[in-house]
């Protein structure tokens, strides 16, 4: 199934969770935060958390900023 | 005379009354100089999107420095999107603090108070410490308050002119009206402008692009760390009132 993360399509197995996008772009676990479709998934939550087939992903940490 | 003059916000003790931005710094290093000059302990941060290649670098020097972190909302325009970003700084650098920002358009970065207000009404109701960047608008203000925001920051100019508090008059009623915190953010372009934040009864003064971006960042940090110190005690100390005429300061002489 296909799903986007941070705007890029990817490819994930039927059944993926928040945790395999997160490999799948290979991003440091710590510092990040998730949210699928618009809603955050806690930490705690990403290996339970199945993504829907074209779930919008977006990974997201702290920049210079403001 | 010893008093306890440390800032609370929201039940949080600041030891400085100088809050930095971390945009516009050229490198991590004149960065943690200028952060280290300023005295800060609470710093601002932005959240985007991760970038594989890219560090955690800003969060390791601030956690290395002991420096609070303050997550903005920079980059929104609804209080939807104000609302799911400050949930994610929340999920990601763990505090409840959020310095919201929600502005208009891109030519002004001016505060769009509909949606401010929508997203600090719905961001207090889920537990957040609120922090308001807002226009220089006393009733704004008050209403921000009234929703249960833990300070009040008005700004002394659009974001990263410089130009300074253009509107002394409006910071004094709201500094005045205000029973949380008020913190100037953004406008500030030197020394004597953080000074005067202070003078008008401001708690602290926020600022970011006046340091990163000034000749000597590290220097600059250093003057407004003493402005900021030197308006507050002038505020406390009370000004003399203005007079029309001269009044000597010396007897006069003898007949």
């Known amino acids: 199934m296909h799903v986007w993360i941070n705007g890029e399509r990817r490819e994930l197995a039927v059944g993926a969770s928040v945790l395999d996008a997160l490999a799948a772009i290979g991003v440091p676990r710590t510092g990040v935060a998730v949210a699928v479709d618009g809603a955050v998934v806690r930490r705690s939550d990403w290996p339970s958390t199945p993504l829907p087939a074209g779930a919008r992903v977006e990974v997201l940490t702290a920049v210079q900023g403001g | ?255």
């Open chain 2, 1 to 255: 005379m010893v008093m306890d003059d440390t800032l609370v916000i929201g039940g949080r003790k600041i030891a400085s009354r100088l809050v930095m931005g971390t945009g516009g710094a050229a490198n991590l290093e004149v960065l943690e100089r200028s952060l280290v000059a300023s005295g800060t302990s609470l710093t601002t941060v932005a959240m985007r999107r991760v970038d594989a290649a890219g560090g955690t670098g800003v969060l390791d020097l601030l956690r290395r420095l002991g420096i609070e972190l303050l997550p903005n909302t920079a980059g929104c325009r609804t209080a939807g999107e104000a609302v799911l970003t400050a949930r994610l700084a929340r999920e990601a650098v763990a505090t409840d603090l959020v310095k919201l920002e929600v502005v208009a358009d891109e030519r002004t970065l001016l505060p769009d108070p509909i949606e401010l207000l929508d997203a600090a009404e719905q961001l207090v109701d889920d537990g957040f410490t609120v922090l308001p960047y807002t226009n220089d608008d006393p009733v704004l203000a008050r209403r921000l308050e009234q929703v249960g925001c833990a300070a009040v920051m008005p700004l002394g100019s659009p974001i990263g002119t410089g130009l300074g508090i253009r509107n002394p008059h409006n910071i004094a009623m709201i500094t005045e009206a205000a029973g949380v915190p008020v913190v100037l953010d953004a406008g500030i372009g030197t020394a004597s402008e953080a000074a005067q934040a202070m003078e008008l009864g401001c708690d602290a003064v926020l600022l970011a692009t006046a340091v990163t971006r000034a000749g000597d960042p590290e220097r600059m940090a250093h003057a407004m760390r003493l402005a900021v110190e030197a308006g507050r005690a002038a505020h406390g100390a009370g000004r003399v009132p203005r007079r029309y005429w001269a009044q000597a300061s010396s007897p006069n002489l003898d007949p």
